[in-house]
């Protein structure tokens, strides 16, 4: 029950992560979730996969397919879109924490 809980709270936080590092060069699956993993975060594939496609449905991420070794890998690029996003969520999250932190 308390995993549950927890997993949907850092929802946000994830896809917030994920923006930033778009930002700074252009990501795919497989990597993402080794990133996230060395940061605490237990997510499968089944979860990271839907999340990555959400954000490119909803305009945050764009995604370019390249061959590699003979198998196709996506990556994903943040869009002007997912910078004001990370911009605004940044913001956010920031006066957030101080209002919650210890």
């Excluded at 996230?36 to 237990?42: A, K, N, R, S």
């Excluded at 061959?67 to 940044?90: C, M, P």
């Amino acid at each position: 029950m308390e995993d549950k809980i927890l997993r949907k709270l850092f929802l946000g936080f994830i896809q917030i992560h994920i923006l930033h590092h778009a930002k700074e060069h252009p990501i795919y699956g497989a990597w993402m979730h080794e990133e996230l993993q060395e940061h605490g975060y237990e997510i499968s594939a089944g979860t990271l996969y839907p999340i990555l496609h959400s954000m490119e449905a909803d305009g945050l991420l764009l995604k370019e397919e390249k061959n590699v070794e003979g198998k196709i890998r996506k990556y994903y690029s943040i869009t002007h879109k997912g910078k004001e996003t990370l911009v605004l969520a940044r913001e956010k999250a920031y006066e957030l924490f101080k209002e919650i932190k210890e």
